[in-house]
Nanobody, 115 residues
Framework: QVQPVESGGGLVQAGGSLRLSCAAS????????MSWYCQAPGKQRELVAS???????NYADSVKGRFTISRDSAQNTVYLQMNSLKPEDTAVYYC?????????WGKGTLVTVSS
């Protein structure tokens, strides 16, 4: 059973930084895209950032210049470096892995940014 597991969430003051990690347990072959999504209370889940096998990245406009996504393909791990955090970044952050064998979601990690 493949299960991505997120870590690194927590409480931080506005302007601070956090680094999220997502490691996939189990065997996953040919991961095409690794992504981070967030879901704030009462809102829909939305894409934060994604990275392809070739290193191409995509960011939501709201995080451009503040967040950086990276991956360690050998370890099936994806990271999200979040800098200059704002209270509106408060959400549960989910890891999504899109692979030949299917799409896998983690259970999420909570990020809370205080003002």
């Amino acid at each position: 059973q493949v299960q991505p597991v997120e870590s690194g969430g927590g409480l931080v003051q506005a302007g601070g930084s956090l680094r999220l990690s997502c490691a996939a347990s189990g065997s996953i072959f040919s991961i095409y895209v690794m992504s981070w999504y967030c879901q704030a209370p009462g809102k829909q889940r939305e894409l934060v950032a994604s990275i392809t096998t070739y290193g191409s990245t995509n960011y939501a406009d709201s995080v451009k210049g503040r967040f950086t996504i990276s991956r360690d393909s050998a370890q099936n791990t994806v990271y999200l470096q979040m800098n200059s955090l704002k209270p509106e970044d408060t959400a549960v952050y989910y890891c999504k892995l899109s692979a030949r064998s299917g799409i896998y979601w983690g259970k999420g990690t909570l990020v809370t940014v205080s003002s």
